[in-house]
Nanobody
Framework: QVQLVESGGGLVQAGGSLRLSCAAS????????MAWFRQASGLEREFVAA????????NYADAVKGRFTISRDNAKNTVYLQMNSLKPEDTAVYYC?????????????????WGQGTQVTVSS
C-alpha cells in the first residue's frame, strides 16, 4: 500500500507561482508513474501532468503546457509540480496519484493511489 500526502497549496494572485509537493511512503516509489490531477468545485477531476517511472518522460494537459512543470526526486520519494503564471481558472483542489503503468498516462483510471489533495486558489 502507498500513502501520498500533498502540500504547498495556498492563495496566490494571478501571475504568481506555487510549488506543490507530494510525499510518498513505501519502498517502491521509483517504480510508479506519478501524476497530478485537479478538481474544481462542482466539476470532475481532470488531468494536469504526469511523469513516468523511468526515463523522466512527461505529459501535460494543454491548459497548463508551458506554465507547469512536473518532476520527481526518487531519493526523497517526492514528486513536485511547479506552477507559474497562475490564472484564476487554475483554482482547484490538486491531487497526487500513483500507478503501476509503463508511461505517463492521462486517465484517472490508470492510477491506484491518491492523496487527500491540497487547495490552490488564484485571485484576480
Amino acid at each position: 500500500q502507498v500513502q501520498l500526502v500533498e502540500s504547498g497549496g495556498g492563495l496566490v494572485q494571478a501571475g504568481g507561482s506555487l510549488r506543490l509537493s507530494c510525499a510518498a511512503s513505501g519502498r517502491t516509489f521509483s517504480t510508479y508513474a506519478m501524476a497530478w490531477f485537479r478538481q474544481a468545485s462542482g466539476l470532475e477531476r481532470e488531468f494536469v501532468a504526469a511523469i513516468a517511472w523511468i526515463g523522466s518522460n512527461t505529459n501535460y494537459a494543454d491548459a497548463v503546457k508551458g506554465r507547469f512543470t512536473i518532476s520527481r526526486d526518487n531519493a526523497k520519494n517526492t514528486v513536485y509540480l511547479q506552477m507559474n503564471s497562475l490564472k484564476p481558472e487554475d483554482t482547484a483542489v490538486y491531487y497526487c496519484g500513483a500507478g503501476l503503468l509503463r508511461d505517463a498516462g492521462s486517465s484517472r483510471y490508470e492510477y491506484d493511489y491518491w492523496g487527500q489533495g491540497t487547495q490552490v486558489t488564484v485571485s484576480s
